[in-house]
Nanobody, 123 residues
């Protein structure tokens, strides 16, 4: 499966952005999908995940209540709505497709990765 992320950009603190990820190829629409991010000098970290059915979601504590993950299996897309953005949210955001249909925070459970989209939040 190939993943293409988009929607990143520059936003002021308190603002919003919506990231989208389009899947093509063998899309495994029933697999869980997730978002991770990597800030300069830091390891890639989990942000959010949604189960294959779309019923179950999980979020990192740092984004809970501010970010919302959703998916449209008919369109093979997954989105991340980011509100109340903070400077510490600045990072390259990656969408990923899991090998499984259940949600997981582990990078090892994700077999396909998009190219990343940069989100910069100014103070």
């Amino acid at each position: 499966v190939q993943l293409q992320a988009s929607g990143g950009g520059l936003v002021q603190a308190g603002g919003s952005l919506r990231l989208s990820c389009a899947a093509s190829g063998r899309t495994f629409s029933s697999n869980a999908k997730g978002w991770f991010r990597q800030a300069p000098g830091k390891e890639r970290e989990f942000v959010a995940v949604i189960s294959g059915s779309g019923v179950y979601t999980d979020y990192a504590d740092s984004v809970k209540g501010r970010f919302t993950i959703s998916r449209d299996n008919a369109k093979n897309t997954v989105s991340l709505q980011m509100n109340s953005l903070k400077p510490e949210d600045t990072a390259v955001y990656y969408c990923a497709a899991s090998k499984y249909n259940f949600q997981s925070r582990s990078r090892a459970d994700f077999g396909s990765w998009g190219q990343g989209t940069l989100v910069t939040v100014s103070s």
